[in-house]
């Protein structure tokens, strides 16, 4: 006679009901417990076959600096490793992170002079514009190229829009600008302009202004939730910020997370194609809700003062610099970012493209 073997019931959720569930957390007769969830962690083969959250060289975007008045590359002392590049040296970096695999170069452009209107980011022969067409040329379709779509490096005030007479950001003003700036770059080759100045309205402006001319190609790709954030410190040295005082009137409150979801819901509402939320490690749960709550790619940007923070405690010896590297990126990407912008990409992407265990 065949004996009867009693199994546990597994509910349709996976949770277990019955005498599986009276023996999870406990121990058998003979002192071991019955569920060992280590077994998934005992190798490194098997630690990679279950891992639920995966780098890959194309989800990584590099943001590069060029400055127009360089005859030399000059490194920045608040982000080691990272350059303010010439027009030539713009291009080898170019070359060297499209070889590594990544997804995409997010350009940011340093004028040799300024204004009140940020003249230069508007100029076919400003360092922005130009910057675009030498790099056009140089990786041609092989990655995607995107420009910042802001004011602030361009003016002698640091804000990311023109001033009204008693200093205060212009919003529509400003908006006019934008227009005229996504135009410019996307003549100049960008395949996607980043909004990124927080203005009311900016992503409609900038895709009806694409539109109206002919560029219905060019990708809006959304800064929807940029908050106001300690963390951009090292970035204005990388782009000789004018700033003085703030950007809170335009920039989120670090304290808001439900206000996030009204930004984006408008930027798609106005045509963004892609959205993303700055700085990435301190906002993980305003990225998680955007993630959930929309259909179109979205991004995270993990900012300069987070670099620098990992960069320095690795110089001292305090932390596994490598390591922190990639966990950093994957509780960006486990978030629900798409698509992560880090200073970090070509470095990353060259060590997933060459098969190293991460």
């Not at 546990?8 to 969830?37: C, H, M, N, Q, W």
């Not at 127009?68 to 590049?85: A, C, D, I, K, N």
Request: glycine content about 8%.
């Amino acid at each position: 006679m065949t004996a009867t073997v009693s199994r546990p019931v597994i509910s349709p959720v996976g949770e277990p009901t019955g005498a599986l569930a009276d023996s999870v957390g406990k121990s058998t007769p003979s002192g071991f417990p019955t569920v060992r969830p280590r077994r998934l962690r005992r190798t490194p083969a098997i630690r990679r076959l279950v891992a639920q959250t995966r780098l890959h060289p194309a989800e990584l975007v590099l943001p590069l600096f060029v400055k127009e008045s360089l005859t030399e590359p000059v490194p920045l002392t608040s982000m080691p490793g990272v350059l303010q590049h010439t027009r030539d040296s713009l291009k080898a970096a170019a070359a060297q992170a499209v070889s590594a695999g990544v997804g995409g170069l997010m350009l940011f452009g340093i004028p040799a002079e300024r204004d009140a209107v940020g003249s230069q980011a508007t100029d076919p022969n400003g360092i922005l514009n130009v910057a675009l067409s030498d790099l056009r040329a140089e990786v041609g379709a092989e990655t995607v190229l995107m420009a910042d779509l802001c004011l602030d490096e361009f003016t002698d005030h640091g804000h990311c829009g023109v001033l009204t007479a008693t200093g205060v950001v212009d919003n529509d003003g400003t908006l006019q600008r934008y227009r005229e700036m996504a135009v410019a770059l996307a003549e100049a080759g960008a395949d996607m302009v980043g909004t990124s100045g927080m203005m009311d309205g900016q992503v409609g402006a900038v895709r009806q202004a694409l539109d109206v001319v002919g560029l219905t190609d060019t990708v809006v790709f959304a800064y929807a939730a940029k908050y106001a954030s300690a963390f951009y410190g090292p970035f204005r040295e990388a782009v000789d910020s004018a700033l003085v005082g703030d950007r809170r009137t335009y920039q989120q409150d670090p304290a808001n997370r439900r206000e996030a979801a009204v930004e984006v819901a408008l930027d798609i509402a106005e045509g963004a194609d892609l959205v993303m939320v700055k700085p990435a490690m301190s906002y993980l749960d305003v990225l998680s809700d955007v993630a959930a709550s929309v259909s179109v790619p979205v991004a995270a940007y993990q900012v300069s003062g987070e670099y620098a923070m990992i960069e320095a405690a690795a110089a001292n010896g305090w932390i596994d610099r490598d390591r922190a590297i990639v966990e950093s990126l994957t509780s960006i990407r486990r978030a629900g970012a798409q698509l992560v912008l880090t200073y970090w990409a070509a470095e990353i992407a060259a060590k997933l493209s060459a098969g190293q265990e991460l």
